[in-house]
């Protein structure tokens, strides 16, 4: 049964708040023949703002980071290596640049893997022409679902971000706990801290 889209208000929060709340929301997407994907999404990161190193955005606007500064509720979708997309949710105010990256989800409908942000984006068809996309459009969308309780959560460093010094030991990845799809090194996940409730 299909469930109500989030509306903007949903993005329009701060990254962390936003990351933790799309666990277990459902992702859509319509391919141009009209088929419909969707799959649950596992695990999301967090980028907070110009002020965090590990994001887009730290070393200011660009070409390629602008779709971050706008409103949220849109998609940045960025290609990495030349080779593989990875797709973003655009959070909070406009000029405040901040995401959450989609790194892992269940399957589409039971077509390949989404474990990883490349294998995500591929699995779902997704690509640069949805750079800047509403998420309240026909092509990409995210549905309310009914979440994820607390319990289930955990939260790690994020992946792939050595460089950013202090920034990338902060706990800015969220993960449902256990799930097979979940991306990265094994141990890491195994360390996953359960969040209290209002943790966020």
Known sequence: MTKRRLDPSFYRRDALEVARDILGRTLCRRLAGGTLLRGRIVEVEAYSG??????HAWPGRTARNAPMFAAGGIAYVYLVYGVHHCVNVVTGARDHPAAVLLRAAESPDGLGSASGPGRLARAFGIDRSLDGASLTGPDLWLEAGDGVADSEVGVTRRIGVDYAGA???RRMRFVIRGHPALSGPRA?????????PRSR
Request: glycine content about 0%; cysteine-free.
């Open 50 to 55: 110009p002020r965090d190193r590990a994001s």
């Open 167 to 169: 920034w990338a030991r």
């Open 188 to 196: 890491l996940n195994r360390r996953a801290r359960t969040i209290t």
